[in-house]
């Protein structure tokens, strides 16, 4: 089960980028299994998990070469996808959209992983910037969204006499004018002392 020597490849960073790249994913099978949970091997499978997981970051971060004519130009260099890059963020985008738990997901990504010949780490990372992207897009158009009612509503005024006595109104509308502010909003300030 447990590649020791390529354990020690990886601390001497010279391990081979796919072999690191099978291990984790029989790593991440063993460890999505909920029956090895209470294996004593367990424990050990994550913390292999983690250093190929860090490796494999550090190879993404700084690839080394530039990619072939027969390889797909994406951050994946040096490896053939089965899946075009198209093809995977438009999967990873449904998962986002879906609103999966994150022990599916996990499922989703293993096995989008296994068919896209790349690591469910690699597109845990897409994914995470795919889904960041999504809400900054959502908050945008949210808030675009309560602008435009804003400048909408910001020419309609009430009449406050309908909500005070037209005395107290009177005086309100003297009040603002002197202020240059809107009487409804002298009058949303004077709300609070009137109902006490």
Do not use: W
């Not at 990619?67 to 797909?72: F, L, R």
């Amino acid at each position: 089960m447990f590649n020791n020597d390529l354990i020690l490849a990886i601390e001497a960073k010279k391990a081979n980028s796919q072999n690191v790249e099978e291990y984790l994913i029989s790593l991440e099978n063993f460890l999505s299994d909920g029956r090895n949970i209470i294996k004593p091997e367990y424990y050990k499978a994550k913390q292999h998990k983690q250093l190929c997981e860090d490796f494999l970051d550090k190879q993404v971060d700084e690839p080394i070469g530039e990619p072939s004519a027969s390889e797909p130009s994406s951050r994946y260099l040096g490896r053939n996808l089965r899946l075009p890059m198209e093809e995977i963020e438009r999967r990873l985008l449904t998962y986002a959209e879906d609103g999966y738990t994150d022990a599916q997901l996990e499922g989703l990504l293993i096995a989008l992983s296994k068919e896209a010949n790349c690591t469910s780490f690699e597109l845990k990372n897409l994914y995470n910037a795919i889904k960041l992207q999504e809400e900054r897009e959502e908050f945008i158009s949210t808030t675009k969204q309560e602008v435009d009612e804003i400048i909408r509503l910001k020419g309609r005024t009430i009449d406050i006499r309908e909500f005070v006595p037209s005395v107290l109104a009177d005086e309100i509308i003297k009040f603002s004018d002197c202020l240059k502010v809107r009487p409804e909003s002298c009058l949303t300030a004077l709300l609070p002392a009137l109902t006490t």
